[in-house]
């Protein structure tokens, strides 16, 4: 059976321009021609539509298109490459809301004490650190204490102490100095510690729906791979 660009477009709601397009990135094979010189494309190519729309939800618009280039380029392990790499990035984040969540449930249930503020002494005590671990951590952006305008001490404020506790917390479970910063800037968007759990649930929202749609792209590409008139693709090595 044939198709002219329009019937695929119809079944998505695309436009035939967009189809053009997407044969032209490499997302669909090559079409045939007419002797008039019109596309005709085939199941193959309505198979290759159909992965490709799969995929777009869970791996983005740029490696849905190098996924599908690469297999029809014939480059299997290629394209198996980058299925694994949205999985990870999946796993990565699941971890790093994993780590907020645990260091939320660790911090003290009080807000800290309404003082001026703390100096970098106590406060490296307090953590069991070095001041020089917290000069290390401003400078990667965690926290940016003001100074004292008399002595020009660090003076770290209620709000930055919590944050550094929370930072700490981060720290014992393996996280960086750049995933920590990203963490302390959504905490902060959201006002506070507690404000910061039903954006979480939504996270985690986030995350479940996206593994959905991961598994949808690999149900449908595996089913263009495994299309009759698929060629066959260089075996791994």
């Known amino acids: 059976m044939s198709f002219r660009p329009i019937d695929l477009a ?12 997407y044969e032209r990135a490499g997302v669909l094979p090559p079409a045939d021609r007419s002797a008039h010189g019109y596309r005709r494309y085939g199941e193959r190519h309505a198979a290759a539509l159909r992965a490709f729309l799969a995929l777009l ?18 480059d299997l ?6 299925v694994d790499d949205g999985h990870a990035r999946l796993a990565e984040d699941r971890h790093t809301l994993d780590a907020v969540r645990t260091a939320l449930d660790h911090l003290p249930a009080d807000d800290p004490p309404a003082v001026p503020g703390t100096h970098i002494g106590p406060l490296a005590h307090r953590l069991g650190l070095r001041p020089a671990t917290l000069r290390a951590w401003e400078r990667a952006g965690l ?8 002595t020009g ?3 770290y404020p209620p709000a930055q102490v919590r944050e550094l ?38 996270w985690q929202s986030r995350l479940t729906a996206r593994g959905r749609a991961l598994l949808t792209g ?18 791994e090595t």
């Open 10 to 21: 119809r079944e998505h709601g695309l436009s035939t321009q967009a189809v053009r397009n």
């Open 57 to 74: 939800p869970g791996h983005g618009h740029p490696a849905a298109t190098a996924i599908m280039q690469a297999v029809n380029a014939g």
């Open 77 to 82: 392990p290629a394209a198996l490459r980058l």
């Open 143 to 150: 926290v940016s204490p003001p100074r004292d305008a008399r």
């Open 153 to 155: 001490y660090r003076v």
């Open 165 to 202: 506790l929370l930072a700490e917390q981060l720290r014992r479970g393996g996280h960086g100095l750049a995933r920590t910063a990203e963490i302390l800037h959504h905490l902060r968007s959201a006002g506070s510690p507690e404000a910061v759990r039903p954006t979480l649930a939504a």
């Open 218 to 235: 690999a149900a449908a590409l595996h089913a263009y791979l495994d299309h009759p008139a698929q060629p066959l693709l260089q075996p």
